[in-house]
């Protein structure tokens, strides 16, 4: 099949994570063309290899993955529809086993825990919450409260529930196929890191780009 009036269509990734040493074409995105030939061979197209002591972070600009497909093949024409610039990180898998991951974890829980409870005590203490439901108490019942009752117990499991609710975990499983909160915002900050490392790289000069 001639390579004239054929166009691969490249979808590109922000940001792309790898545990080979070697980035090729397929890494950075999904890709699709008419003749499955030519998909193949630019699927094996190297775009760059991680050397032993360097960052294991690189932006490659798809101008340069558009360079390489038209060195091998002139007359393909290149559509990218997704990002114009990849973030690709090496990963290293072993490197995040062991006991000191299960220790990192225990002491990110503790603190998160510990944390939040603080911060609710705090809060309550703040707004006098123990006064309010005195008063409250009072004015339903129209007598002084002799210790926590119904109205304490009450605020506490809603306060369980609407964690839970708001979450939108129980344990590990998601109540709802929405996304919750904190997902929202990790994906957020997620692709704010990966902007700012791409433009960071840009003015810096290290993007691997078109000369």
Known sequence: MSTNNVTLYLKAEQNVELQSEDVYVKDIGKMICSDENILAKVKTIKLYHFKKGERKRQVISILKVIEEIEKLYPNVTVE?????D?????????KHKGPVQVIKLIF???ISFFGTAFTIMAF???I????VFTKFY??????VSDGYGILELS?????????IVFFNHIGGRRITKDPTPIEVEMRVYEADVNKALIETADREGKTIDVD
């Open 80 to 84: 990218n529809i997704g990002e114009i």
């Open 86 to 94: 990849v973030l690709v990180e090496q990963i290293d898998v072993d």
């Open 108 to 110: 990110v829980s503790a």
């Open 124 to 126: 309550h203490n703040d």
């Open 128 to 131: 006098g919450i123990n006064e």
């Open 138 to 143: 009072e004015m339903i019942m129209g007598q």
């Open 155 to 163: 605020y506490s499991l809603g306060l369980a529930v609407g964690i």
